[in-house]
């Protein structure tokens, strides 16, 4: 009896855990718990259950991405560094943005003090990072990003537009460079590597650091770490970064991009991979700029379940190999007579 009362139902472990059942499922469903099970086929949770699932929520609570999770707990201790760091990055630019309201508080409540009138979108409006009037297929609605991610993803379904969003954003963020398929071309790689040394050894560490983490050096990679590794650009916008890359190097490319920090070059990739916009990995720093099928203006959507237009988001994307199977695949409209 004493060895029975040990074990919870996932509503009161996650009562007792301070989450939800449905965090306890999540957990579940990326091989983070294994919770057994009674004779009538109900979850259980032990006293090794309830200590893993308080360290899962310990590190979500941390801003850890489930993927990070699963590594640190799971014998990859060399993981958690780089993932603090940047959740501390993220926390600190939080900081410094509560601070720089606070200022702007003091300087409202002194100028009521000498009886001048407050400007009060000063406090909750901070000047656009980029703004411009949309292309079509939009009706020129006005696009505005204020809070540019150092990690952005650029999704949505075919004929949405997110091409020509991608173009007028890389047009209208200083510094920035639109990265086309035309990457792929394995003579643009190497015209760079030849002309500049320098890059040349970057782009071999770089590829070095993918090769360990399981990439295929393939000419596809090759071409996309040139593009990534150049000095001029401030930001990047590039076209379906998944492009001609299998899974495994999809999954080490977004493991060596997150090793960059909050401080390096902004990036927005187009993607309809699962695997390069991994809604279950999306960190604080990072953002997903979604183009809905129906021409409304692209949103920012959250990465969490219910959040809206999530759904819409994980409909776009699909895994390496049914990428691979509509490859090269054009879809076409009748013509209107």
């Known amino acids: 009896m004493g060895s029975a009362a040990q074990f919870l139902n996932p509503s009161e472990a996650a009562k007792r855990l301070g989450i ?3 965090a306890l499922r999540i957990y579940e469903q990326h091989g983070l718990i294994a919770p057994p099970r009674t004779a009538s086929g109900w979850r259980t949770y032990g006293p090794s259950q309830m200590a893993r699932a308080a360290d899962i929520a310990t590190l979500r609570a941390l801003g850890l991405s489930l993927a990070q ?42 100028d009521l003090g000498r009886g001048h009138a407050p400007a009060f979108m000063e406090l909750v409006r901070p000047e656009a990072a980029i703004a411009f009037d949309l292309p079509w297929p939009w009706d ?35 510094g920035s460079a639109f990265i086309g398929l035309e990457r792929l071309a394995s003579e643009n790689a190497d015209t760079q ?21 399981g990439a295929s050096v393939t000419p596809a990679l ?29 999954k080490a490319l977004m493991v060596h991009l997150r090793r960059r920090g909050s401080s390096a070059r902004l990036l927005f990739l187009l993607t309809r991979s699962c695997v390069i916009l991994d809604l279950a990995a999306i960190r604080p720093d990072e953002a997903i ?40 695949v054009v879809a076409t409209r009748p013509q209107v007579a």
């Open 20 to 22: 939800s059942v449905k």
């Open 69 to 110: 999770v699963g590594q640190a707990l799971n014998g990859d201790p060399q993981s958690l560094p780089p993932a603090l760091a940047v959740h501390q990055a993220a926390l600190e630019d939080q900081v410094r943005a509560l601070t720089d309201k606070i200022g702007k508080v003091r300087r409202m409540r002194a």
């Open 140 to 174: 020129g609605e006005r696009f505005e990003l204020r809070d540019i991610r150092p990690l952005n993803f650029i999704v949505g379904p075919l004929f949405s537009g997110k091409t020509r969003l991608a173009h007028a954003i890389a047009e209208g963020l200083p």
């Open 193 to 213: 590597m030849a002309a500049d040394p320098a890059l040349r050894a970057r782009i071999d560490k770089a590829l070095a650091w993918l090769a360990g983490d």
């Open 222 to 250: 090759v071409a996309l770490i040139a593009a990534l590794e150049r000095d001029d650009p401030k930001a990047l916008v590039i076209d379906m970064v998944e492009q001609g890359l299998d899974h495994a190097t999809q």
């Open 289 to 328: 700029i979604f183009c809905p099928a129906n021409h409304s203006p692209p949103c920012l959507v959250a990465p969490y379940p219910g959040a809206p237009g999530y759904e819409a988001v994980a409909s776009c994307l699909a895994s390496p190999d049914a990428r691979a199977r509509t490859s090269g």
